[in-house]
């Protein structure tokens, strides 16, 4: 199974908390912070809900 590389891009700051808990299931702490995690709907999910705080990168 693929693996996604997502970088938390923007800061979690003025953000709404369901917001923050959906970074935070992702393993994101930090701006600029790269975490690998496995390719299957429930990561895509998430992604879309904090699609403007992060990007997919190779």
Not at 34 to 40: F, G, L
Not at 51 to 58: Q, T
């Amino acid at each position: 199974m693929a693996n996604l590389k997502i970088k938390l891009v923007r800061s979690v700051i003025g953000t709404n908390p369901k917001q923050r808990k959906t970074i935070e299931a992702l393993g994101l702490k930090k701006r600029e912070q790269v975490v690998e995690k496995p390719d299957n709907p429930q990561i895509r999910g998430m992604i879309e809900k904090v699609k403007h705080l992060v990007e997919v990168v190779d």
